[in-house]
């Protein structure tokens, strides 16, 4: 069974940082290009950062120059370091394929605020 665990979220003020886990069990992540998506109240998900199999990384340009996504096939595992947040990166975020076709996980909780 695939399951999709998403952690390291927190509450943190403009300016700060915060590094985010994704987790995969039930498939060999590295074959997969993965992205991590977030989803602010009121407004539709969306795709922020997504790395291939090879390693190629791409970005929105809403985050561009603050977050690096990498990944370590070692531990089956996708990151997202998160720097210069702002208050609009409030989102929950999560962690799927790209394009999402697996089961989405609960997300982890991004809060920038002072």
């Known amino acids: 069974q695939v399951q999709l665990v998403e952690s390291g979220g927190g509450l943190v003020q403009p300016g700060g940082s915060l590094r985010l886990s994704c987790s995969a069990s039930g498939i060999i992540f590295r074959f997969y290009v993965v992205g991590w998506y977030r989803q602010a109240p009121g407004k539709q998900r969306e795709l922020v950062a997504h790395?291939?199999?090879?390693?190629?990384?791409n970005y929105a340009d809403s985050v561009k120059g603050r977050f690096t996504i990498s990944r370590d096939n070692a531990e089956n595992t996708v990151y997202l370091q998160m720097n210069s947040l702002k208050p609009e990166d409030t989102a929950l975020y999560y962690c799927?394929?790209?394009?999402?076709?697996?089961?989405w996980g609960q997300g982890t909780q991004v809060t920038v605020s002072s």
């Open positions: 790395i291939s199999t090879g390693g190629s990384t």
């Open positions: 799927n394929d790209q394009p999402p076709v697996l089961p």
